[in-house]
């Protein structure tokens, strides 16, 4: 009898996606990819730059880059988003709006939400780093 030998890199993958529902917020499905520690600090190398200060190297990190890089990665579409769910989550002016209407998912947008949101990075961040969101043999997904 033989057993073949599996090998682990050749079953790791970069990158996962998995659709979640926003809590609250019925029918706003969101389009997330797992992120691995490889993916992270790639994004966080990208993110760094060294300069050099009286002859000394001094890593300056870009936050701002850091996050659009993050978004991309992490965010990669939704669906269901009403503008009536806009307005829970960062302050909007929707005068003149159809509250039913939903916001296109753009990276703009996507980035824009995470950077005036809390409640919505913090959703993010966590579903993006639990595993057990992107596993297969989750009953819940």
Known sequence: MTINTLSLKT??????????????????????????????????????????????????????????????????????????????LAPVDLKGQNMDDELEYTPENALYLMKNSSNFDGFISEQVSDLGNFSTTSSSK
């Open 11 to 88: 079953l790791l993958v970069p990158s996962k996606s998995v659709q979640v529902e926003y809590p609250g917020m019925p029918g706003f499905m969101i389009d997330l990819a797992f992120l691995s520690r490889e993916t992270l600090l790639s994004i966080r190398k990208k993110s760094t730059k060294t300069s050099f200060k009286n002859r000394q190297a001094a890593e300056e990190f870009n936050e701002d880059l850091f996050l659009q890089l993050y978004v991309e990665n992490a965010v990669k579409g939704w669906k269901g988003f009403k503008l009536s769910y806009l307005e829970q």
